[in-house]
């Protein structure tokens, strides 16, 4: 099969490589009709996130059809689904609590070392990511095997096109529960640091959830204007200094909640912004916190702080104080993307919330290569890439969908 | 003049103070050291409530070669004994254990993956076993390597299943030289323990153990073959 393959920072190829097999009872081959590039496959792509191997397929956000099943599995030959990218064993005691990404089984013995040594104890895995998530091929293929198929997938209704449902698999849970963290309350004002998809779906979700303002943060003229059309302010950090203002919007209180939807790789010439990157390209340092940072100072006292936003190791010049002296919460975490799925589809179905706005590109997987780079480069017209693989039925009404260019 | 004595007044300053910081770190570290062996000299009484294996090296109760993991698996201990009982399935979740043949109720044969692809035998016999609680082995003299093992199931918090405590004493083949190739070649028993146990905890709970089997751009690999 045909599937895109990491090689080193910026340099991912679209190779040949042996189609998958059926290895645990539990498993099924889903064969890939649609399939996305993330904003944390970046960070991969930068070579920020430590224990990927040259050959590792990427992806993490995919669907398709059944095409193999294991003994054990629930699912059935011809069933369309879209693929949660954490793996899950839904026994353990931590997906029987719905935490399903501190799966305490899905990551294999050999692999969880390494992320026990690392974070404490053991990760959870993860489709087509580090080996510390288990070194799983990834979506970016034509197909994969997918683990625990009785218990990740979700069957999705054939009357919804792909682009409608894909994002289930990770973007769409995560921007969800990034508002769930931050535990909006009545006349809440929340402000979102980065408009990329999972920033412009956390401030959907917050809408949704009852925020009465929101208000986004981001550099790029376009991202922000998608964050306009979702019913956020938009604040341009090279315009104005976003603490003043959100001060000065929020009646010197600052927002309630804060959502860092920006994680490991902060952009902006700050100070220490531009130590931070020097020291992760001398391997001393892996983490840019500047908008994690921000945050904490702009965040009301008592207020909360949700993180779905990516981050590696070991940060510093942490204002811990700060976090500790204004009483703030914080929660964080890899989605738990099963816990979601069901009653977001459902939503989809009724027409609650828009999944395909944010789309800006449409490419083959042949194309994959060339999408990272302008997903690297050109992050302002590039919202959101979907791959198509040579099994995706196009759509006549598809054309519509690739928007055209300001 | 004046400057200059106020001058050296301040480096008087900070050596005096770089003296206090070097008495006290000195006093601090005499402190510690007291507190760890009595008056006499001998180690004193260990307080903490920690399993028998975890002690720092230079406390009383710290034991040389003896390892020990535990591992939550959320199945009634009961359960998890009668599963652990039939050491001929043991290959299924150790990964260094090629064969386990039954002698009789209380002798097996263990086949064992041993360094740089060599096999090592041995042969346990079962010393102690409390049903639904613990079992307690010990290598027969005829056994390539030492070994003492015993595995406790200890009831959890309420909901929580079951504590799987795996407790070896043993010594390696090869003595420290030996110990430290296996460490390399990850064919140490603590790593060792600890991988199996997952696996253990793997298959009981979800009926099969994880594995990232799936294709690469590595020539080398198969789909079918897990790797690191």
Avoid at chain 1, 322 to 340: A, F, I, N, P, W
Avoid at chain 1, 384 to 392: E, G, N, P, R, Y
Avoid at chain 2, 204 to 216: D, F, I, K, Q
Wanted: proline letters at 5%; hydrophobic letters at 35%.
């Amino acid at each position: 099969m045909r599937a895109l393959t990491w090689h080193g920072r910026h340099d991912v190829r679209v190779e040949t490589v042996p189609d998958p097999e059926i290895v645990n009872p539990r498993d099924a081959i889903v064969r890939v009709t649609s399939t996305a590039i993330c904003g944390s496959d970046l960070h991969l792509y930068d070579g920020y996130i430590p224990t990927l191997r040259a050959g590792d397929i990427l992806g993490h956000e995919f669907m398709g059809e059944v095409v193999e099943v294991g003994a054990r599995s629930s699912l059935k030959k011809g069933q369309r689904v879209v693929v949660p990218f954490t793996i899950s064993c839904g026994d353990c005691f931590f997906c029987k609590k719905q935490q399903f990404s501190a799966c305490d089984n899905s990551n294999p013995s050999e692999t969880s070392d390494a992320s026990r040594l690392l974070m404490g104890h053991t990760m959870g895995a993860a489709f087509g990511y580090a080996h510390l998530t288990g070194g799983y091929a990834g979506g970016q293929a034509e197909f994969v095997r997918v683990p625990y198929s009785d218990v990740g997938p979700i069957v999705v209704p054939d009357h919804l096109e792909d682009d409608k449902v894909l994002f289930l698999s990770d973007i769409l849970p995560t921007g969800w529960m990034a508002a769930e963290n931050a535990e909006i309350e009545e006349g809440d004002t929340v402000a979102v640091w980065g408009c990329g998809p999972v920033g412009l779906f956390a401030i959907q979700s917050a809408k949704i959830m009852g925020a009465y303002r929101v208000i986004a943060i981001d550099h790029y003229p376009h991202r922000l204007e998608l964050a306009r059309q979702m019913g956020a302010e938009i604040l341009d950090y090279r315009e104005v200094d976003v603490r003043e203002a959100l001060d000065e919007m929020t009646g010197g209180t600052g927002p309630d909640a804060c959502i860092d939807c920006v994680g490991m790789e902060s952009h902006g010439l700050t100070i220490d912004n531009i130590v931070d990157t020097v020291k992760a390209h001398t391997f001393l340092g892996t983490e840019r916190p500047h908008a994690l940072r921000q945050m904490i100072l702009a965040c009301r006292k008592g207020g909360r702080l949700s993180i779905p936003g990516v981050y590696g190791g070991f940060a510093d010049k942490f204002p811990l104080g700060q976090l500790m002296e204004k009483g703030l919460s914080v929660k964080s975490g890899q989605t738990h993307v099963q816990k979601y799925t069901a009653k977001l589809l459902k939503m989809i179905e009724e027409g609650k919330i828009d999944t395909t706005f944010l789309i800006s590109h449409h490419a083959s997987l042949e194309e994959a290569p060339e999408m990272y780079r302008h997903w690297h480069d050109d992050q302002d017209q590039y919202t959101k890439i979907v791959l198509k693989t040579q099994f995706a039925t196009p759509r006549k009404d598809e054309k519509e969908l690739i928007h055209e260019l300001a | 003049m004046a400057d200059q004595r106020t001058g050296s007044k301040t480096g008087n300053k900070a050596l005096i103070g770089a003296g206090i910081a070097t008495v006290a770190a000195g006093a601090a570290a005499a402190f510690l050291l007291s507190k760890r062996t009595g008056s006499a000299g001998a180690p004193i009484e260990n307080i903490s409530d920690a399993p028998d294996y975890v002690w720092r090296r230079g406390t009383k109760s710290y034991e040389t070669n003896l390892l020990g993991n535990t591992v939550t698996v959320g199945r009634p201990r009961e359960e998890l004994f009668e599963e652990w009982r039939d050491f001929t399935r043991f290959p299924a979740f150790m990964e260094n254990v090629e064969k386990v043949e039954k002698l009789d109720s209380k002798r097996s044969r263990w086949t064992i993956k041993g360094p740089l692809g060599s096999s090592i035998e041995l042969v346990t016999r079962i010393t102690s076993e409390e049903p639904g609680r613990s079992i307690s082995w010990v290598s027969e003299p005829q056994s390539e390597i030492e070994t003492e093992g015993r595995v406790e199931f200890i009831e959890a918090p309420p909901g929580r299943g079951t504590f799987v405590r795996l407790t070896q004493r043993y010594s390696p083949p090869g003595g420290r030289i030996g110990k430290g190739l296996a460490k390399l070649l990850q064919r140490e028993p603590k790593i060792q323990a600890r991988r199996d146990l997952r696996r253990f905890k793997q298959l009981m709970e979800t009926g099969e153990v994880a594995t990232n089997a799936s294709p690469s751009g590595r020539k080398s690999e198969t789909p079918t073959e897990a790797r690191i």
